[in-house]
Every structure is written in structure tokens, then in C-alpha cells.
């Protein structure tokens, strides 16, 4: 199953936002651990406002055939259903931010 492509690109920006130098291993462990409380709680709150986080359930279209992404592109539902996954991706991102969870940037 694919996850949603908004909760994917929203663990990497939080990866990319919690980055420290390695040779600092507290940093880098505490790093680590918001990362995952984050992730964590974004894919919780995801899956309970839209009922699941992969695509196939969310839209009801399977990206893995060359039809499956020719019926998405030509169905109009990432206007319908995408895009309100990306916008709850980017407010719950906002969220952590506003609430001071997100460490300094290094």
C-alpha cells in the first residue's frame, strides 16, 4: 500500500527541520525522538480525520498500474480529495511549529 504522498513529504520536512550533526549523538537522539512523536501524531490525527493514510482507501485508485495513475490524473479527485489531505499536512506541520514542539534549527 502507498501512504498518502502529503504525510510522506511531511515526515521528510520534518526530518529535514530536525537535522543536527551526528557527532552531537544527545542532540541527534533527541532528534530523533520529536521526529517520531511528530510523524507519529500527524499520521494518528490524519488517519482519524480522513479514515486512513494510504491512497488506495483514501481515493479509491490504484497508483501501482499505469491506468490506475492515467484514471487519477483524467478523475479530477485530487482537486476533490488531495488537496484537502495536503492542506490538513501543512496546518498540522503549522501546528507543531505555533505549539514550540519543533527544536531550533541547528
Not at 44 to 64: P, R, T, Y
Not at 75 to 101: A, M, P, T
Amino acid at each position: 500500500m502507498t501512504p498518502c504522498g502529503a504525510l510522506s513529504a511531511a515526515a521528510v520536512c520534518l526530518g529535514l527541520r530536525h537535522r543536527c550533526p551526528i557527532k552531537d549523538k544527545p542532540k541527534a537522539k533527541q532528534a530523533r525522538v520529536l521526529i517520531r512523536q511528530y510523524s507519529s501524531d500527524l499520521v494518528q490525527s490524519f488517519a482519524k480525520e480522513f479514515g486512513a493514510i494510504n491512497c488506495l482507501d483514501l481515493i479509491g485508485i490504484d497508483f501501482s498500474t499505469p491506468d490506475g495513475y492515467q484514471k487519477f490524473l483524467s478523475s479530477g479527485i485530487w482537486e476533490q480529495k488531495c488537496n484537502k489531505h495536503i492542506e490538513f499536512v501543512i496546518s498540522k506541520l503549522y501546528d507543531f511549529e505555533e505549539d514550540n514542539r519543533i527544536l531550533p534549527l541547528a
